[in-house]
Antibody, heavy 121, light 108 residues
Framework: EVQLVESGGDLVQPGGSLRLSCAAS????????MNWVRQAPGKGLEWVSS????????FYADSVKGRFTISRDNSKNTLYLQISSLRADDTAVYYC??????????????WGQGTLVTVSS | SYVLTQPPSVSVAPGKTARITCGGN??????VHWFQQKPGQAPVLVIY???DRPSGIPERFSGSNSGNTATLTISRVEAGDEADYYC???????????FGSGAKVTVL
């Protein structure tokens, strides 16, 4: 059974930084691309970033490019999202999503339960 | 940027059919995927590649894509189908994923 467990969410001041983690199990981690998707309170889903199975290709939404960095450690079956220069509109639940193939472009077929990032002074 | 347009809400009586639309330009070149999200829960994939259904998703859920509109159809609607439904595509011209704004399905 696929399991994705996010962690690292916290209350952080504007301009601060955090590193989110997603521990994956139940599948061959390096064979699948991964996404981060976020959802602000009471709002819809917003794609944040993607990474290919081998980590060689990364993609970012315009709203986070230059501030967020996606990475993965396939030896630890873990996905990361380093988020910096945080703003109030980054407040959201951040979901880790397993894609259906090793290349970015496929849709996600498994989601974690999310980790909450709150940006406030 | 690529935009997907969904109605904010769809209301349907139990046992009837709900149709949730998702509009976008040049849909013929893109595959549309659908997610169901119940309150307080993570989204669940219910339709991928326009009309394929993941294992465990009831046959009452079906999808189609024609012209500039994709449609998620829920037949014989049950109270448990009440949720937000999001469409999604991969826009290869920008290498971005795009989600629709979501449609709230209310079972009367």
């Amino acid at each position: 059974e696929v399991q994705l467990v996010e962690s690292g969410g916290d209350l952080v001041q504007p301009g601060g930084s955090l590193r989110l983690s997603c521990a994956a199990s139940g599948f061959t981690f390096d064979s699948y691309a991964m996404n981060w998707v976020r959802q602000a309170p009471g709002k819809g889903l917003e794609w944040v970033s993607s990474i290919s199975g081998n980590g060689g290709s990364t993609f970012y939404a315009d709203s986070v490019k230059g501030r967020f960095t996606i990475s993965r450690d396939n030896s630890k079956n873990t996905l990361y999202l380093q988020i910096s220069s945080l703003r109030a509109d980054d407040t959201a639940v951040y979901y880790c999503v397993k894609l259906r193939h090793q290349f970015v472009g496929a849709t996600g077929d498994s989601w974690g339960q999310g980790t909450l990032v709150t940006v406030s002074s | 940027s690529y935009v997907l347009t969904q109605p904010p809400s769809v209301s349907v009586a139990p046992g009837k059919t709900a149709r949730i639309t998702c509009g976008g330009n040049n849909f013929g070149s893109k595959s549309v995927h659908w997610f169901q999200q119940k309150p307080g829960q993570a989204p669940v994939l219910v339709i991928y590649y326009d009309s394929d259904r993941p294992s465990g998703i009831p046959e009452r859920f079906s999808g189609s894509n024609s012209g500039n509109t994709a449609t998620l159809t829920i037949s014989r609607v049950e109270a448990g189908d009440e949720a937000d439904y999001y469409c999604q595509v991969w826009d290869s011209t920008t290498d971005h994923y795009v989600f629709g704004s979501g449609a709230k399905v209310t079972v009367l």
